[in-house]
């Protein structure tokens, strides 16, 4: 299929993640802040901490304990998980500004959970992408968009994931696949974005949709990825870079939201041909300036 010049309006998620720092009053300020910057998208985490991670993982130490709410590893990512009533909660309080909710789901049980809500699309991440119980109960027991990162995948896992959609006729209706470099924040000549040229030859065909996750600094990048064809951009999102926590430091403040979201919004008016030769615009000059000889 190669590259896609068949521009559509950009879609702008962002991510609050744990950003929240487990408190709900926060959660539910950055959705505001989002919904003030632009992006009509946002979406949080979800985890089963004690399916998820093995007992040594859980009772290890935070590798960066300045950033850690609690004494051990399973403590710091309890601080930070919302339950399931609270995820229904925040969906009810998007819901009632307009704003679409959605989650990243880390396993089986999460993933059950979530389901219930129906959103309009879940998203597994990098990290759990081999996870194929988990991948079976979006395909068969969801309805929505299936969106996917391939940060730190190989390309025959790829392959992989997009023949098990494949299998039930869902890839091309459902899958969503992100280009994305597993990294925070990752330096521009690690975002390589030309892998979206590649997503396009050879999943154009067969998948829903093409997006960009970005895990780098500013907005620039985003622009390109848009232009390569990226049809949702991911954004990590908080109020201050500076607030404890491990995703703050690779994620956009308000301000740098509003700055994607009117640049990408721009690009998308630009990205066409002239509709005439000589424009209404570029007459004036023309009449004024053109060489008549």
């Known amino acids: 299929m190669g590259f896609n010049y068949d521009y559509k309006e950009p879609k702008i998620i962002a991510e609050i993640g744990c950003n929240h ?15 003030k910057s632009g992006a009509k998208y946002v979406k949080f985490q979800k985890r089963n901490n004690k399916e998820l991670l093995t007992e040594d993982q859980y009772n290890a130490p935070h590798p960066v304990p300045a950033n850690s709410y609690g004494n051990t590893y399973g403590e710091h990512r ?20 307009d704003v679409v909710y959605s989650t990243s789901v880390w396993d089986v049980t999460s ?22 119980e ?5 395909r ?33 209706s459902r ?5 994305c470099t597993s990294g925070y924040p990752v330096p521009a000549k690690d975002v390589s974005l030309l892998e979206i040229n590649w997503l396009y030859e050879e999943y154009g065909n ?24 990226a049809r949702w ?40 041909y002239k509709s005439d030769e000589i424009l209404p615009i570029e007459q004036v000059q023309r009449d004024k300036l053109k060489n008549r000889k």
């Open 21 to 35: 720092k487990g408190d709900m009053s926060i959660a539910k300020m950055l959705i505001d802040l989002a919904k």
């Open 78 to 97: 309890e601080f930070l998980e919302f339950t399931k009533g609270q995820h229904r909660e925040l969906k009810e309080y998007c819901d009632s500004i």
């Open 111 to 132: 993933a059950k959970q979530m389901c219930e809500f129906e959103p309009l699309f879940l998203k597994v991440p990098s990290a759990c992408n081999n996870n194929f």
């Open 134 to 138: 988990m991948l079976r109960v979006l």
């Open 140 to 172: 068969d027991e969801f309805k929505g968009q299936v969106q996917l990162s391939i940060g730190m995948t190989r390309k025959e896992e790829v392959e992989e994931i997009v023949r098990f959609f494949e299998e039930t006729d869902q890839a091309k």
């Open 175 to 179: 899958l969503l696949i992100y280009s």
């Open 206 to 229: 067969r998948v829903n949709e093409i997006g960009f996750s970005g895990h780098h600094l500013g907005v620039a990048l985003d622009v390109a990825a848009y232009a390569l064809g």
């Open 233 to 272: 951009i991911e954004r990590h999102f908080t109020k201050d870079k500076t607030w404890k926590g491990t995703d703050h430091g690779a994620s956009l403040e308000p301000d740098e939201l509003e700055l994607l979201v009117k640049s990408l919004n721009e690009a998308y008016e630009a990205l066409h």
